[in-house]
């Protein structure tokens, strides 16, 4: 860059290097420089026209925010109309489509210029002697609305066309629209400040453009793409993907997105994949525009009414349509977690019908507020599940009340807990509600809890189905007359299975607490539990408080016990379980001491002792309220090592953890 010898050329200089920078951001999209060394000489050329403003021109890009509010929008009659599209829902539609044009063309194959169909708002730009004169909306294609101080602020739109030799006169369509990441960024301010929200990047964009303070234009993220020229003498260009390169040329942005294509089969594949990019794109489209590429072309097919013959619009079906919401149903899950689900009138969106929306907890619900009786907006983006998005709540009768999420369970009657940070409500009935009975069922048998061998999915699934089983409890009431009605249950398999139940009787405590299936429960809770404890009676007696101070025991796992043994449902099947004949060693309760040097502190022994075996060792640890772990890690407080330890021994090195003998490791048992 040459160095100015003058305040003119140094503002002229700034000028053109913004120009340059704003054509790598927005047409290329590849900019050259940070954006704080953008800003860096934006503000340079401000201070200087600010200094000198004789040197300021009126397409300096400082000039973009020129104009004062406005009372209205003065009418601006097109040159050329703005035409609409007509519009193909079906593939049928644009095979017919093809078809016209190849009779008309007498051709065999027809090439197409394919871009995506933005859904934002048509503009037109004019460019007298290549400087910007005029923008203005579509209106109704004759008549539009004078928007040209607006359309100044979008950075996107050149003020000067590019390249040494403008043409005299170029009116340029396009259209104006905003990015879907700039809409949430938007919306999010928006609420931040107390504004309203907008409903999409559409109306966001439509409401942007129609402020009469340019300056609130100027602050809001809108974007441009060209699509084509109203009425321009092309000269040399032949087709319509040149007239497009020739525009990018002039500085216009112009999407990447766009294909030439050959023959129905190119449209089509176009079409699908756009169609299955559609969510990641960074701007909404609603569809794809075919346009027959070759200008002559273009003119032999001509117009139809307001629409032309040799282009047309292939939509996506619609993402978002409005319905009523009739009911609102609460589902119990495999888990217990209550799920509100809106019962919607069945409205076409997406592609499908849609009948029902989750609405995911009771949270969202009051977020959202939605009512029964509500008109709201559901959307379907493609394999997504649907969604209620909003409320639209002039259209809400009189008389509609706040939902509130029921304080029992609506499959079992049972008592619904919350917990204070967590979003999901579930049914306290784990051992009882229908809705989880056979997760309960599938847990109870597992090979850590009760071990039930060949008490499988398959199997589970049949019993509930056919009402044999409901509880736990119901297992040990099963007889070779009850398994004889089931699907491919041989006498021999019957028999197994009846065997391995009885067999299960005889158990642990711990194993019992775990197979109860108490939510925040695992095999580990479960067994420091039952030492504690020694008791189910008491176990189930104990508060909250109490439990706290088994190790490892916080609020989350107490407070889902205390819920657990709070409901009477649960606690029949216990008693209906013990009085089947489910027998479990009982021990004395334990009291452990917090302060032991052992209580919280995780061990992991390698090697072999000179006196204490393994076992004995572990059972010492978890005594005091200690925890064992195979593996070592920075989680790890002390490594108990014997003779020939193995690679553990190193990985403690390694992480610097303290490293015991057999003596040391007594030591901590002493107090
Ligand atoms: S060409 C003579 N190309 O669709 C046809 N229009 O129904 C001129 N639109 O409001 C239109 N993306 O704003 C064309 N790639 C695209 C388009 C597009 C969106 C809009 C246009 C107009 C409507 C026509």
Avoid at 102 to 125: M, N
Avoid at 173 to 186: I, N, P, S, T, Y
Avoid at 523 to 533: I, V, W, Y
Wanted: proline content about 5%.
């Amino acid at each position: 860059m040459a160095v100015p010898h003058s305040i003119a050329a140094r503002a002229k200089q700034l000028r053109a290097d913004i120009e340059q920078h704003n054509y790598h951001y927005y047409v290329l999209d590849r900019p050259l420089i940070p954006d704080a060394e953008y800003d860096r000489l934006f503000r340079e050329l401000q201070e200087l026209e600010q200094k000198h403003p004789q040197f300021v021109t009126p397409d300096s890009p400082t000039q973009r925010v020129g104009a004062a509010a406005q009372t209205g929008f003065a009418p601006v009659a097109h040159a050329t109309a703005m035409l609409s599209l007509n519009n193909a829902f079906e593939d049928e539609a644009v095979v017919a489509f093809d078809r016209r044009v190849r009779e008309a063309l007498e051709s065999e194959r027809v090439e197409y210029a394919a871009e995506p169909k933005f859904d934002g708002l048509a503009v037109s730009l004019a460019y007298e002697q290549g400087v910007l004169t005029t923008g203005a909306t579509r209106g109704d294609g004759y008549t539009g609305e004078d928007v040209t101080a607006n359309l100044r602020t979008i950075r996107a739109i050149p003020l000067r066309l590019r390249g040494p030799h403008p043409p005299a006169w170029l009116e340029v369509r396009g259209e104006v629209l905003m990015l879907k990441a700039d809409f949430e960024r938007l919306n999010r301010t928006q609420s931040a400040q107390g504004e309203r929200q907008f409903a999409n990047p559409r109306n966001a964009a439509a409401g942007s453009l129609r402020q009469l303070d340019p300056r609130i234009t100027a602050a809001r993220p809108l974007a441009f793409f060209a699509y084509g020229t109203g009425g321009t003498d092309y000269g040399k260009l032949r087709r319509h993907s040149q007239v497009l390169d020739w525009l990018t040329e002039l500085g216009f942005p112009v999407t990447a997105e766009r294909e030439v294509v050959t023959g129905i089969a190119g449209l089509l594949n176009y079409y699908r994949a756009i169609g299955e990019r559609r969510e990641q794109l960074p701007f909404d489209i609603d569809g794809v525009v075919y346009k027959i590429n070759d200008l002559a072309a273009q003119n032999t097919l001509g117009f139809v009414s307001r629409a032309p013959r040799f282009a047309i619009a292939h939509k996506f079906p619609a993402e978002e349509a409005a319905t009523a919401v009739e009911g609102i149903d609460v589902q119990v899950g495999r888990t217990g977690a209550l799920t509100p689900v809106a019962r919607l009138r069945p409205v076409f969106v997406g592609g499908v019908t849609v009948t029902n929306a989750t609405l995911h907890n009771e949270d969202e619900v009051q977020r959202k507020d939605i009512r029964v009786g509500d008109t709201v907006v559901v959307r379907r983006a493609g394999d997504v599940i649907p969604e209620v998005v909003r409320v639209i709540e002039a259209r809400r009768p009189p008389h509609t009340r706040r939902f509130v999420l029921p304080a029992r369970c609506p499959e079992c009657g049972s008592a619904v807990h919350r917990l204070a940070d967590e979003a999901i409500a579930r049914c306290t009935a784990g051992l009882f509600c229908p809705a989880q009975r056979k997760q309960a069922l599938l847990h109870f048998a597992s090979r850590r809890a009760m071990d039930i061998e060949g008490l499988g999915e398959k199997l589970v699934e049949q019993l509930v189905d056919k009402g044999i089983v409901g509880t736990p409890a119901d297992l040990y009431k099963l007889d070779m007359a009850g398994l004889a009605a089931l699907e491919r249950m041989a006498e021999k398999s019957a028999g197994n299975l009846l065997a391995a139940i009885e067999k299960s009787k005889q158990t642990t405590l711990a194993r019992f607490i775990f197979a109860l299936g108490i939510r925040n429960v695992g095999e580990s809770t479960a067994r420091d539990l039952a030492r504690c404890f020694g008791s189910i009676g008491r176990l189930a007696a104990a508060d909250a408080e109490t439990l706290q101070q088994v190790p490892d025991v916080g609020p989350v796992v107490a407070h889902s016990m205390a819920g657990f043994f709070a409901e009477p449902h649960n606690r029949e099947v216990i008693r209906q379980l013990l009085a089947a004949g489910v027998s479990f060693a009982e021990t004395a309760p334990r009291r452990l001491d917090a302060a032991s040097p052992v209580y919280g502190k995780t061990f992991v022994l390698t090697g072999t002792l000179p006196h204490l075996k393994r076992d004995a060792a572990q059972q010492r640890i978890r005594d005091r309220g200690g925890k064992v772990s195979s593996s070592v890690s920075k989680q790890t407080d002390y490594v108990v090592a014997g003779a020939e330890p193995g690679s553990k021994y190193d990985k403690a090195l390694e992480l610097g953890i303290t490293i015991l003998d057999e003596a040391e490791f007594l030591k901590l048992f002493e107090r």
